[in-house]
C-alpha cells in the first residue's frame, strides 16, 4: 500500500499560481492512478484531477480544466498538481489520493488518502 503526503498549500491572491505536491511512501507507486480532490466548508469532496499508472493520461474537472496540470514522477514517487489562474472558488483542502489499477474519477474508488493541504484564494 501507498500513504500519500500533501504539501504546497498555502495563500495567494486571485489569478496566482500554487504547485500542490503529493509523495507517497510505500512499495509499487507506478500500480497506483493517482487522483486530487478538494473540498470546501459545508461542500461535498469533489473531483479535481487524476492521473494513470504511466502518467500518459489525465483527466480533469469542467472547472479546473485550462489552469490545473497533474503530473507525476514514478522514479520519485510523487505527483503534482500546478494550479494557474486561480480563482476565490478554488479555495478548499485539497487532498491527494491513491488506487490501485485503473484510473477513476469518484473519491469513493480510492483507497489511500494524505491529511490534505489548504488552499486559500483571496479575491
Known amino acids: 500500500q501507498v500513504q500519500p503526503v500533501e504539501s504546497g498549500g498555502g495563500l495567494v491572491q486571485a489569478g496566482g499560481s500554487l504547485r500542490l505536491s503529493c509523495a507517497a511512501s510505500g512499495r509499487a507507486f507506478s500500480w497506483y492512478s493517482m487522483g486530487w480532490f478538494r473540498q470546501a466548508p459545508g461542500k461535498e469532496r469533489e473531483f479535481v484531477a487524476a492521473?494513470?499508472?504511466?502518467?500518459?493520461?489525465?483527466y480533469y474537472a469542467d472547472s479546473v480544466k485550462g489552469r490545473f496540470t497533474i503530473s507525476r514522477d514514478n522514479a520519485k514517487n510523487a505527483v503534482y498538481l500546478q494550479m494557474n489562474g486561480l480563482k476565490p472558488e478554488d479555495t478548499a483542502v485539497y487532498y491527494c489520493?491513491?488506487?490501485?489499477?485503473?484510473?477513476?474519477?469518484?473519491?469513493?474508488?480510492?483507497?489511500?488518502w494524505g491529511q490534505g493541504t489548504q488552499v486559500t484564494v483571496s479575491s
Open positions: 489520493a491513491a488506487r490501485q489499477g485503473v484510473v477513476a474519477l469518484s473519491n469513493l474508488s480510492y483507497d489511500y
Open positions: 492521473i494513470n499508472l504511466s502518467g500518459s493520461t489525465t
